[in-house]
C-alpha cells in the first residue's frame, strides 16, 4: 500500500515522502497514530499543491537574498568604538553589533547567524566581512571600524 508520511519517522522516511508499505503496518500503526496518510488521488493532490507552493516560497527567499547581497556589496558600514593605544578596540565587534547596525542604519535586517565572523573584531580598520545570505548567496559587506 502507498501512503504519504506527515512527519519524519527514523529508519521509514522523511515527511511528505511517498513510499509503500505494508498493509498491516499502515493501518495498524501509521495510520492510528497519524503519521501518514493514504497515497489516494485526494492527498497526491495536496502534496502536489504543498510542494509546488514551498518551491515558490523559496524561489521568493531566494530573489530576496540576491537583491539583499546586491545592497550589501555598495555599503561600507561604518562604527564608532572606544580604542586604546595602538588601535586595540576595548572590547570588540560581535556579528551581533553588525547586525544591528545594519537595520538601524540601512534598514537591512540579517540574522548575526548568517554573519561569518570567526572571531570578534578587535582593531580599527577596514575589515570584510562575509555574509551567508541563502544556500550559495553569500555577500562581503566592508565594515569600517573607527574610534570615537
Known amino acids: 500500500m502507498k501512503v504519504i508520511l506527515k512527519q519524519d519517522i527514523k529508519g521509514v522516511g522523511k515527511k511528505d515522502q511517498i513510499l509503500e508499505a505494508s498493509d498491516g503496518y499502515a493501518r495498524n500503526y501509521l495510520f492510528p497514530k497519524g503519521l501518514a496518510v493514504e497515497a489516494n488521488a485526494e492527498n497526491m493532490s495536496k502534496l502536489k499543491g504543498k510542494q ?6 523559496k524561489e521568493l527567499e531566494k530573489q530576496e537574498a ?23 578596540i576595548f572590547g570588540g565587534i560581535t556579528a551581533k553589533e553588525i547586525s544591528e547596525n545594519l537595520k538601524a542604519k540601512y534598514g537591512i535586517e540579517i540574522d548575526k547567524k548568517k554573519i561569518a565572523l570567526k572571531e570578534t573584531i578587535k582593531m580599527l580598520g577596514t575589515k570584510d566581512v562575509e555574509i551567508r545570505l541563502y544556500e550559495g548567496i553569500t555577500s562581503n559587506l566592508k565594515v569600517k571600524i573607527v574610534e570615537e
Open 52 to 57: 509546488s507552493s514551498m518551491e515558490h516560497k
Open 66 to 88: 540576491k537583491n539583499i547581497a546586491a545592497k550589501l556589496k555598495d555599503i561600507i558600514l561604518t562604527l564608532s568604538v572606544k580604542a586604546g593605544e595602538n588601535g586595540k
